[in-house]
């Protein structure tokens, strides 16, 4: 009999971010990404040319050679980067078309250079203290070969990253601020004490998380509360000559204060998240259709931003050796009775409270519906707070 080939342990892989000093030769870092972006668009063009001729889909393993061809005869302008890092433009189409195939998302787009962010080192660079340096090549017009040109950039280092580097990457945003990503093997926890405790969580437009111990948790909404800031700046955006320097000034502005927005939103999504881990050995949530949720609330549940905390959350639990659940979407929760079971069909989203006709029990909407998600995933034995 054929042996069974044992599959390898995925490895737990940790990312740790951190700002790149401002300097003058940041410039050469955003050449870079420009010239990726030229470089995505040529081998895009390419793949869909050779779809069209043989109706086949060229993948990286044609590519690849072919880019070589290349930097040999007419993209010598690309030699200067490093070839992992060309060639991993390439594996991020192949993926994002196997992704595609699979159902999994849309096909990949073309980019302008401005819009292609980041770029994956496996081997050109070198880490320390406070610095990384990325090895690229200059031409030498007297040996008329390419030879390494180190460069070494400078970056707040605010914590030490832990395990084995596996790669770095180097990310523009839309403000123009550059980022380094240093991405290592690290299956290191740090559990929190058991509390025997065990929650249920429900999500609403109104209010944000509703647990089953009847405790409400309200959304700062960072968005809503910027929105008279961000009517401003558009407004002022739209009277620019665009293309000009203060056109790309109000751009800049608008960014930076969307970047803004963004942060308040992650950094209260983590203090709740690391909250929630703290007092409950069990957390279960729901699982729900955010897309078909954005197109009859559109921008709130954005600003709510519940996919995001629930990615978070599940960090969270692995890191503090927390159990995570997410019962199915089309698992009754509101309508169900939590005390005995009868399922009141005539519940609509105005009722807030409704009395059982059943058992005569007085439920606030929410907490019934926290508790019946618990039920879901942990059993009916489980006692409620």
């Known amino acids: 009999m054929a042996k069974k080939r044992k599959r390898k342990q995925k490895r737990t892989r940790r990312t740790h971010k951190y700002q790149i000093r401002e300097h ?12 990726l972006g030229d470089v995505h668009n040529h081998f895009l063009a390419l793949e869909k040319r050779y779809y069209r001729r043989y109706g086949l889909y060229a993948g990286r393993y044609r590519l690849q050679p072919h880019l070589t061809k290349l930097l040999k ?108 990503y ?26 944000y998380l509703t647990l089953n111990t009847g405790e409400k948790i309200e959304h700062p909404q960072p968005l809503k509360q910027s929105l008279t800031e961000l009517r401003k700046l558009n407004k002022s955006l739209s009277r620019k000559v665009k293309g000009s320097n203060n056109w790309w000034r109000a751009v800049r502005e608008l960014a930076r204060l969307y970047r803004h927005i963004a942060n308040q939103r992650k950094d209260w999504h983590w203090k709740l998240a690391t909250n929630l881990c703290k007092r409950f050995d069990t957390i279960v949530t729901e699982t729900l259709n955010l897309d078909g949720m954005k197109r009859l609330w559109g921008r709130k549940v954005s600003d709510l931003s519940f996919g995001q905390f629930v990615e978070i959350l599940k960090f969270k639990c692995f890191k503090h050796k927390r159990e995570f659940l997410q019962i199915g979407q089309w698992t009754p929760t509101t309508k169900p009775c939590s005390d005995c079971g009868y399922h009141n069909k005539n519940l609509t989203l105005d009722d807030r409270q409704w009395t059982c006709p059943e058992c005569g029990s007085h439920h606030d909407r929410d907490i019934n519906a926290a508790i019946n998600i618990l039920r879901a995933a942990c059993g009916p034995s489980v006692e409620q707070m």
């Open 24 to 35: 003058p030769q940041n410039m050469r870092l955003g050449n870079m990404l420009d010239d």
């Open 73 to 180: 005869r007419t993209k010598h302008h690309w030699a200067w980067i490093p070839r992992d890092t060309l060639d991993e433009v390439i594996v991020r189409i192949h993926i994002t078309y196997e992704r595609f195939f699979d159902g999994l998302g849309g096909l990949p787009k073309f980019k302008r250079k401005d819009r292609y962010r980041s770029a994956k080192f496996e081997s050109a660079y070198k880490l320390e203290e406070g610095r990384v340096r990325i090895s690229f090549k200059a031409w030498d017009e007297s040996s008329q070969t390419f030879k390494f040109n180190k460069r070494w950039f400078s970056f707040h280092q605010h914590r030490e990253w832990k395990g084995h580097v596996r790669y770095i990457q180097i990310l523009r945003d839309a403000v123009g601020t550059f980022w380094l």
């Open 182 to 207: 240093v991405v290592s093997d690290d299956a290191s926890t740090d559990p929190y004490s058991a509390t025997g405790e065990s929650v249920g969580i429900d999500f609403g437009m109104d209010t």
